[in-house]
């Protein structure tokens, strides 16, 4: 079968390339472009050559605080919560379209700079972000209270209203930068809520074309802000600022952790999206001709390098050599590669610390006394020396209280374990053993063991029989256990940007 048509104009990468290299890209305060207050600017390396290509400001306390009081005075003044829900919507669905139009620019933008495969850059950065804008603003209207029957003698008008909270502070992770960023952008502007945006410190560039598409769009001054830089600076001065009301954070559990911390000053709300170790579980009637690359895409999709990634195999004794087999095979036939070119199917690790991150893991598991089915050691990539390429491993021999069984690797690593004709809760309480509890998929022909796997299994998301191309914008997403607190997406995501007030009014 050949692949759909490239979506992408990549002829005017040239011309992209050249503007990057020529300026440094600027940081987004009330709704101008402008250097960080320092004049400081970091280097933006491409993940596939291992090269600097551009530079972003860096911004820093600073900068930080002028971005948080431009959100705060358009909040305050009521630019933006105050104007009415159908023309909130109708400016972020001006912004879908425009980031539709300038789709080819917003991918090579983010393959470059994160390394994925171009057509994940497309679908999974420029049409999932339109689409999370299109949904969302769709909630601007629909967003109540409920009415209520207070017991007290005599008679009374009793509702709940639901208000923005008001400043937010959205930190974003690496390994979907776009999306992540207008996905909380668009939750929390839905709700009425300010936004001030700390992009990844790898990968920044994408952020300053949403910066220009949001003033294209017609936002008014300070809704949408957006803070280039480091964590422990521009991110630390944004959680620890008294003006946020919210922090909305994508990444690390070790980070999350240390975000509560900082967030206890004016108890800020706080969601957290974190880590994932998930469990694929494959019984012996599975349909494995699904099973078998969805379990291998669950990996391998972006190198590995997503939160609910499928990292922990559980496979039925009667189909695992099967399983093996087939895994190994779509492994072996991903062209790994630059992100653009057509024919790549797995990119770069998006750095060096992280490519130090996962081969150190495949040796700690070997050393552990696992052993390497396939891959397990650099990619040899044509041209790209220097990229920070890892070849899709699968390794057998794994068991519970090894690293590489027991903790986030975040590459393209897939720990293998079987079981045999075991009760549900023998199975789901090895599904079970880890700290944390994001997603899980469950391959069975059986509908009722499915649903029953599900009950047992505890995690935020489950998917029986495979999952679809990514998260869906209307399902809940978040985690059980250190996976998390709270959910983004659906109407539990945009009800987490507001606060719930009760009126009582005693009548006559």
């Given at each position: 079968m050949s692949p759909?048509?490239?979506?992408?104009?990549?002829?005017?990468?040239?011309?992209?390339?050249?503007?990057?290299?020529?300026?440094?890209?600027?940081l987004f305060i009330g709704g101008k472009f402008t250097a960080a207050k320092s004049g400081e600017t970091f280097e933006?390396?491409?993940?596939?050559?291992?090269?600097?290509?551009?530079?972003?400001?860096?911004?820093?306390?600073?900068?930080?605080?002028?971005?948080?009081?431009?959100?705060?005075?358009?909040?305050?003044?009521?630019?933006?919560?105050?104007m009415p829900p159908a023309q909130r919507a109708r400016i972020m669905m001006k912004l879908a379209e425009l980031i539709e139009a300038n789709g080819s620019r917003i991918a090579l933008t983010e393959t470059l700079d994160?390394?994925?495969?171009?057509?994940?850059?497309?679908?999974?950065?420029?049409?999932?972000?339109?689409?999370?804008?299109?949904?969302?603003?769709?909630?601007?209207?629909?967003?109540?209270?409920?009415?209520?029957?207070?017991?007290h003698p005599g008679e009374f008008h009793a509702f709940t209203q639901r208000e923005p909270v008001g400043v937010v502070g959205g930190i974003v992770p690496w390994n979907f930068p776009?999306?992540?960023?207008?996905?909380?952008?668009?939750?929390?502007?839905?709700?009425?809520?300010?936004?001030?945006?700390k992009p990844a410190e790898q990968t920044p560039l994408s952020a300053a074309i949403l910066g220009e598409l949001v003033a294209e769009a017609g936002f008014p001054d300070g809704a949408v802000n957006i803070v280039t830089g480091f964590g422990k600076t521009a991110g630390a001065a944004l959680v620890e600022h008294p003006l946020v009301d919210k922090i909305s954070f994508t990444g690390s559990t070790d980070t999350g952790k240390q975000i509560v911390k900082a967030c206890t000053g004016n108890l800020k709300r706080v969601t957290l999206e974190l880590g994932g170790k998930s469990p694929v579980i494959i019984f012996d009637d599975a349909d494995l001709s699904k099973a078998i690359p969805s379990a291998a895409m669950g990996i391998?999709?972006?190198?590995?390098?997503?939160?609910?990634?499928?990292?922990?195999?559980?496979?039925?004794?009667?189909?695992?050599?099967?399983?093996?087999?087939?895994?190994?095979?779509?492994?072996?036939?991903l062209k790994v590669g630059s992100g653009l070119d057509p024919e790549t199917r797995m990119g770069?690790?998006?750095?060096?610390?992280?490519?130090?991150?996962?081969?150190?893991?495949?040796?700690?598991?070997?050393?552990?006394?696992?052993?390497v089915y396939t891959g397990g050691g650099k990619a040899d990539v044509e041209g790209a020396e220097g990229g920070y390429f890892v070849q899709p491993t699968v390794l057998t021999d794994t068991v519970a209280g090894m690293k590489a069984v027991e903790e986030e690797i975040f590459g393209p690593v897939l720990a293998t374990m079987t079981f045999g004709d075991d009760d549900l809760e023998t199975i789901a309480a090895a599904a079970n053993n880890t700290q944390y509890g994001l997603n899980a998929s469950v391959f069975t022909q059986d509908i009722t063991r499915g649903l029953k796997m599900a009950r047992r299994i505890k995690s935020g998301m489950v998917n029986i029989n495979g999952a679809g191309g990514g998260p869906d914008p209307a399902m809940p997403l978040g985690g059980f256990k250190q996976s998390g607190w709270g959910r983004e997406n659906g109407r539990a995501g945009v009800e987490a940007f507001t606060e719930i007030k009760s009126v009582t009014v005693k009548l006559g």
């Open positions: 759909p048509p490239m979506p992408v104009d990549t002829s005017i990468l040239p011309d992209l390339k050249q503007d990057l290299a020529a300026r440094p890209r600027e933006v390396v491409d993940p596939a050559t291992g090269k600097v290509f551009a530079h972003a400001a860096s911004g820093g306390a600073e900068d930080i605080d002028l971005a948080v009081q431009a959100a705060r005075k358009c909040f305050d003044s009521g630019a933006w919560p105050a994160n390394g994925m495969p171009l057509m994940m850059g497309y679908f999974g950065a420029v049409m999932a972000a339109s689409e999370a804008l299109r949904y969302n603003a769709g909630w601007a209207t629909k967003i109540n209270g409920e009415t209520f029957t207070p017991s776009f999306v992540m960023s207008v996905a909380k952008m668009a939750q929390a502007l839905a709700a009425g809520c300010t936004i001030v945006l391998f999709g972006n190198a590995g390098q997503v939160c609910a990634a499928g990292s922990r195999l559980f496979v039925h004794e009667k189909v695992r050599d099967q399983v093996l087999e087939g895994v190994t095979a779509m492994a072996k036939s770069p690790l998006v750095s060096d610390t992280q490519f130090a991150r996962v081969t150190g893991y495949i040796e700690s598991a070997l050393s552990e006394g696992a052993k």
